[in-house]
């Protein structure tokens, strides 16, 4: 690859992450919601009460991420933190009645986001651009620091 093809790719997906970003926090604003709490949503849908050890492994954020989403999650009626049963050290985390409440209005918006990311599309269909997108992803788990030969992981996406 030569650096005209390198820098038009690269660009091109700087392009797409800021607008689907824009888009993203857009669509989940009416709702006092952003993308990475949407993500611990419908985390908690699927596993049910986790910890949040559990929501940062999930996830791919850092434990300290995870506390201020939870905390503000809580504070907007969404979740509910308690203790740990048996591990006084962890705290629980689970949907409350107002948070299962929104997630179906949160998934049609986040639905939309989709449609509105791929209404452009001409030249490949939804699901070739969403295995090309899986095998670039899967392409990036890990990543060369500058100046070391170690690569360091990255979190896979979800």
């Known amino acids: 690859m030569n ?5 038009a790719l690269n660009e091109a997906i700087r392009a797409i992450g800021i607008r689907h970003r824009a888009l993203s926090v857009a669509a ?11 993500l611990i949503l419908l985390e908690l849908e699927t596993a049910g009460p986790s910890t949040q050890a559990q929501l940062a492994a999930a996830s791919g954020y850092e434990p300290p991420t995870i506390t201020l989403s939870v905390r503000q999650l809580e504070e907007a009626g969404l979740v509910v933190r308690r203790p740990s049963r048996t591990d006084r050290r ?6 409350s009645a107002q948070g299962r409440a929104l997630l179906p209005t949160v998934k049609a918006a986040w639905r939309r986001v989709a449609e509105r990311t791929v209404a452009g599309l001409t030249s490949i269909t939804v699901d070739e651009l969403t295995d090309a997108l899986a095998d670039l992803a899967a392409s990036l788990t890990a990543v060369d620091v500058p100046g070391t030969d170690v690569p360091r992981y990255l979190p896979s996406s979800h």
């Open 3 to 7: 650096f005209a093809q390198a820098d």
């Open 28 to 38: 989940l604003a009416p709702f006092g919601i952003h993308p990475g709490h949407k």
């Open 90 to 95: 962890a705290t629980v985390v689970e949907l």
